[in-house]
């Protein structure tokens, strides 16, 4: 089921930053994490979490779509028309109480992804383009009592088509105090000053912080 949203057009973008500029802050904290803890209690690393989330394979996937659809390569161009806005939604299993690095590479007027259920109480957290020139897009992705989100992607009614290259969302980051120790059988374990919640299970989309993809060329 689609969202419910009227048909006034935007006027803020929410986030920014390239998405290097996101994975570098986070191999920083997890270095900071390492010197803090030491290798038997630092935080596990980061990881993507969406589903086919650079669309290698087949748009179906990992994601549900509604409308118009072609897939070039790594690239997915929706073509909205006056009843619908062409999107496709996936849910992803999150830490609650954690953070994630969101971000999408996109184009198009006008070109939205969004993460929906967060848990913290404040709405939709969006990435939104317009126009022509591809746009590398980051934010911090806050979860609050939640143990899955919606993330979407789409454009708008009666707009031209929108191109998606990547959505990506990559954690958890835990609170500043939490310990991972190595079990150690006989030995209990250490209090740690925050709880710490569980990594989900296995990643649907394999382990590793992704390579970014090549920028795309055109409009």
């Known amino acids: 089921m689609r969202p419910s949203r009227s048909r006034s057009r935007p006027r ?11 994975l570098g802050a986070l191999a920083l904290a997890g270095t900071a994490a390492l010197a803090a803890h030491g290798s038997a209690t630092a ?24 409308g118009e659809f072609v897939q070039t390569g790594r690239t ?5 028309s006056g009843q619908d806005y062409a999107g496709c939604t996936q849910t992803v299993p999150v830490v609650a109480d954690t953070t994630y690095s969101f971000s999408a ?3 198009g007027a006008y070109t939205f992804v969004t993460v929906s259920g967060t848990g913290t109480g404040t709405g939709e957290v969006t990435l939104w383009a317009d126009g022509p ?9 806050a979860i609050g009592n939640s143990n899955a989100v919606t993330v979407t992607f789409h454009g ?14 990559i954690g958890p980051i835990y609170p500043s105090g939490c310990e991972f120790p190595t079990p150690t059988p006989g030995v209990p374990a250490p209090t740690s000053t925050k709880p710490c919640m569980p990594r989900p299970t296995t990643p ?16």
Not at 12 to 22: D, N, R, V
Not at 156 to 169: I, K
Request: proline fraction near 15%; hydrophobic fraction near 30%; glycine fraction near 14%.
């Open 12 to 22: 803020h973008a929410y986030g920014g930053g390239p998405l290097g500029a996101a």
């Open 43 to 66: 935080q596990p690393a980061p990881l993507e979490w969406i589903k086919n989330s650079d669309f290698r394979d087949p748009l179906a996937r990992g994601w549900s779509c509604e």
């Open 76 to 80: 997915v161009e929706g073509r909205p």
């Open 105 to 107: 590479y996109m184009s």
């Open 133 to 141: 020139s591809w746009k590398s897009l980051a934010t911090t992705l």
């Open 156 to 169: 708008w009614y009666g707009q031209g088509p929108y191109q998606v290259s990547h959505v990506s969302m």
């Open 204 to 219: 649907p989309s394999g382990p590793g912080v992704p390579t970014p993809t090549p920028t795309p060329t055109g409009g």
